[in-house]
């Protein structure tokens, strides 16, 4: 990535033996030109990440050479993320930027110990090269 990714931001006192829902994305812009608007609203995006009910904790990332951008959070459950992905600004981000992307954004979910957190780059880029797990569950938009 580059420029290197933000660092991890924890929201909540960890549960070392308590399980947690992590999630992973990627979005892929098709044009430089709407690179601004898509920063303007990961912005308030975190600022909702930060006062969501059930938000462990993220971090962002960015590939500015390929228009490549990337989430990494934890959440209390699938409730939660799915109650965050609902709301604004979120909702409204899904709704403005669904032609912007050129390819289908991968949303990777899997189970992760409060022991094993923060979860790292190299394992959630993985998970989005190999697509997701059949198991997990779907967001209904």
Request: aromatic content about 12%; hydrophobic content about 40%.
């Given at each position: 990535m580059f420029p290197p990714p933000q660092?991890?931001?924890?929201?909540?006192?960890?549960?070392?033996?308590?399980?947690?829902?992590?999630?992973?994305?990627r979005f892929a812009m098709r044009s430089v030109f709407r690179v601004p608007a898509f920063m303007r609203y990961s912005f308030q995006i975190m600022?909702?990440?930060?006062?969501?009910p059930g938000a462990v904790g993220y971090a962002l990332g960015a590939d500015l050479l390929r228009l490549n951008f990337y989430t990494l959070s934890v959440w209390e459950d699938e409730e939660?993320?799915?109650?965050?992905?609902?709301?604004?600004?979120?909702i409204g981000a899904?709704?403005?930027?669904?032609?912007?992307?050129?390819s289908q954004s991968p949303f990777i979910r899997w189970n992760i110990r409060g022991a094993e957190l923060p979860p790292t780059w190299k394992d959630a880029l993985s998970r989005q090269t190999q697509g997701p797990d059949a198991s997990a569950p779907n967001i209904r938009r």
């Open positions: 660092p991890w931001k924890t929201l909540i006192a960890i549960d070392p033996e308590k399980q947690y829902l992590a999630f992973t994305s600022r909702q990440v930060e006062a969501a939660h993320l799915r109650a965050f992905v609902r709301a604004r600004p979120h899904m709704r403005d930027f669904r032609h912007d992307m050129r």
